[in-house]
């Protein structure tokens, strides 16, 4: 069938049809990308624990100082990447939707 998009862009069929299977696999990514997320953030326990110094306002504890190495501190970084990993799926699949549409 003659589409006028691909005879004006001079590609390949096949290229649009790899690019519409990709943008598939990235909206699913996203969204698997988003239930982790949601997951993530829930398993997290809140910051309002109180504990800091009333005169500095810093809670200096050997627990603090090594939070990172913990489940909470896991879950946060888990949480980051998987944040960092959604924007930029979110910005290739918006590429890809801006070269179908031709409005390089």
């Known amino acids: 069938m003659f589409n006028p998009l691909y005879f004006m862009l ?7 049809h790899t690019i ?12 698997v990308g988003a239930l982790a997320i949601i997951v993530l953030v829930l398993c997290q326990k809140g910051n309002s624990g109180g504990g800091a110094n ?7 504890t ?7 190495k ?7 970084r888990w949480t980051a990447g998987i944040a960092i990993a959604m924007a930029v799926i ?3 699949y918006f590429i890809l939707q801006s070269i179908v549409s031709g409005n390089v």
């Open 10 to 16: 001079g590609a390949d069929p096949t290229l649009f």
């Open 20 to 31: 519409a299977v990709i943008k598939i696999v990235l909206v699913a990514l996203m969204g």
């Open 54 to 60: 009333a005169i500095t306002g810093v809670q200096e």
């Open 62 to 68: 050997y627990y603090s100082q090594n939070k990172g």
């Open 70 to 76: 913990t489940v909470e501190g896991r879950l946060k």
């Open 90 to 92: 979110t910005i290739t």
